[in-house]
Structure formats: C-alpha cells, structure tokens
C-alpha cells in the first residue's frame, strides 16, 4: 500500500511560483515512477511531469522550461517546482506513483490540491 499526501497549492499571480511536494510512504521510489498530473473542471487528468525510479525525467510541453520535477529519496518526497505560472497552468493537481514493469500493483493517487493563478 502506498499514500501518497500534498501540500503546497494555493493562490498566486501570473509569474509567480509555487512548490508543490508529496510525501510519499513506504519504499515508494524504487518501484514507482512518480508523476504530477492535473485536472481542468471536466475534463481528463493530463499527466504534466514524470520522474521514473531511474531518474528519467519528462514534461508536457506546455511547462518545459517553466516546472521542475525533483525527488529526495531520504524523504521519501517529490516535488514540482512551478515558475512563470500562467492562468492555463490553473487545475487541480495529483500526485501519481505508476509501477514500473513487473511491479503486482496500481497507480496510487493524492487527495489533490488546488492551484490558481490570477491574472
């Protein structure tokens, strides 16, 4: 079983940044890639950053350039640094582990937090 549990949400304005982190239990890292996703009202949870076990990282490409996926492995964390925000990166925003192949199990999901950038 993994939980996986975010902070770091809220308001800011267009340029601003924000932090997002997931702590993530249990020896999460070594079979799971870890991934942000988010969701606009109605529509499908679109995946916006992925760092898989082995470091590979990968952006959607609307914020190459503009967010950072990083990991602590001693924390058992991820986070998604997000600068030069926009109104379109405004969305709920999941953390997601996915089990590499060969890994019995399911993607976990956080409970999400809101991000809202004004312009």
């Known amino acids: 079983q993994v939980q996986l549990v975010e902070s770091g949400g809220g308001l800011v304005q267009t340029g601003g940044s924000l932090r997002l982190s997931c702590a993530a239990s249990g020896r999460t890292f070594s079979n799971y890639a870890m991934g942000w996703f988010r969701q606009y009202p109605g529509k499908e949870r679109e995946l916006v950053a992925r760092i898989t076990s082995s470091g590979t990282i990968s952006y959607v490409d609307s914020v190459k350039g503009r967010f950072t996926i990083s990991k602590d492995n001693a924390k058992n964390t991820v986070y998604l640094q997000m600068n030069s925000l926009k109104p379109e990166d405004t969305a709920v925003y999941y953390c997601?582990?996915?089990?590499?192949?060969?890994?019995?199990?399911?993607?976990?999901w956080g409970q999400g937090t809101q991000v809202t950038v004004s312009s």
């Open positions: 997601n582990a996915h089990p590499r192949f060969g890994i019995p199990s399911g993607d976990y």
